[in-house]
């Protein structure tokens, strides 16, 4: 099984764009992760879902602090004007630099292997710089799923 029947294509960030428009794509295609391009529309970047929301909602004193944390701590949820104003800042805030990709004519082993390798969800399908899409954990879950349901050869 090669990597190109399990990307799922997406729209790509740009600068320019607000946050809340990046994480709209993220969260219509189902995936933790987008592409960032420059003006001549090269992969620069990427804005991940995990790490935003890491970085700008959750203190890291309450994360060293999660194994004993009870449900009874509203006071520091995340106030609705912080998220208000978080999601109209500019995406390039939050693009990391590392970029994840492979081509479409990778096996899936490589592709799970860069996946563990980076301690990542997912990566990117690029072939000659042409963008194809998203590669997850989850859709290589479901391939395998599907393959066994209709008795495919994986």
């Given at each position: 099984?090669?990597?190109?029947?399990?990307?799922?294509?997406?729209?790509?960030?740009?600068?320019?764009?607000?946050?809340?428009?990046?994480?709209?794509?993220?969260?219509?295609?189902d995936?933790?992760?987008?592409?960032?391009?420059?003006?001549?529309?090269?992969?620069?970047?990427?804005?991940?879902?995990?790490?935003?929301?890491?970085?700008?909602?959750?203190?890291?004193?309450?994360?060293?602090?999660?194994h004993?944390?009870?449900?009874?701590?509203?006071?520091?949820?995340?106030?609705?004007l912080?998220?208000v104003?978080l999601?109209?800042?500019?995406?390039?805030h939050?693009?990391?630099?590392?970029?994840?990709?492979?081509?479409?004519?990778?096996?899936?082993i490589?592709?799970?292997?860069?996946?563990?390798?980076?301690?990542?969800?997912?990566?990117?399908?690029?072939?000659?710089?042409?963008?194809?899409?998203?590669?997850?954990h989850?859709?290589?879950?479901?391939r395998?799923?599907?393959?066994?349901?209709?008795?495919?050869?994986?």
């Amino acid at each position: 099984m090669i990597l190109a029947n399990l990307a799922k294509p997406t729209q790509v960030v740009k600068s320019g764009m607000t946050l809340r428009e990046a994480l709209d794509i993220c969260v219509k295609c189902d995936v933790p992760g987008v592409p960032f391009v420059d003006d001549a529309g090269e992969i620069i970047g990427r804005i991940c879902i995990r790490e935003t929301l890491r970085k700008t909602c959750i203190p890291s004193y309450v994360v060293d602090a999660a194994h004993v944390l009870g449900d009874d701590i509203h006071e520091v949820n995340i106030p609705e004007l912080h998220a208000v104003d978080l999601l109209s800042q500019p995406v390039d805030h939050f693009i990391l630099a590392t970029v994840i990709t492979v081509t479409s004519q990778s096996p899936v082993i490589k592709g799970l292997a860069i996946l563990e390798q980076l301690q990542s969800d997912y990566l990117f399908l690029v072939d000659d710089g042409d963008y194809k899409g998203v590669v997850t954990h989850m859709g290589i879950a479901q391939r395998l799923l599907e393959a066994v349901a209709g008795d495919d050869v994986i």
